[in-house]
């Protein structure tokens, strides 16, 4: 069983940054730092996105609307992953979700940009 509680959105003016977090609770301890993480966002009338993905071993990829602006990390220690959003724009606007291995979603934290 897998929960995940993310924290950290909020109201900032373009250029600005924020910081997500993400706790996870697993029932197995092996779970989460075998387990791919991600961040999703979904802004108003549109599909759920990738914004980025960390695997396992530390890979990362990136949409490439924030390649350069957004850093995803992840600490399997404290079961911990991390969105660290610089450089805000108003088309990052959103609610932003943490996935564990695809299958587990959190209920999200809302991220609005004013310009």
């Known amino acids: 069983q897998v929960q995940l509680v993310e924290s950290g959105g909020g109201l900032v003016q373009a250029g600005g940054s924020l910081r997500l977090s993400c706790a996870a609770s697993t029932s197995n301890a092996l779970t989460f730092p075998i387990s791919s993480l991600g961040w999703y966002r979904q802004a108003p009338g549109k599909q759920r996105e990738l914004v980025a993905r960390?695997?396992?071993?530390?890979?990362?990829t990136y949409a490439g609307s924030v390649k350069g602006r957004f850093t995803i990390s992840r600490d399997n220690a404290k079961k911990m992953v991390y969105l660290q959003m610089n450089n805000l724009k108003s088309e990052d606007t959103g609610v932003y979700y943490c996935n564990l291995a695809s299958d587990n979603w959190g209920q999200g934290t809302q991220v609005t940009v004013s310009s």
């Open positions: 960390i695997s396992s071993s530390g890979t990362t």
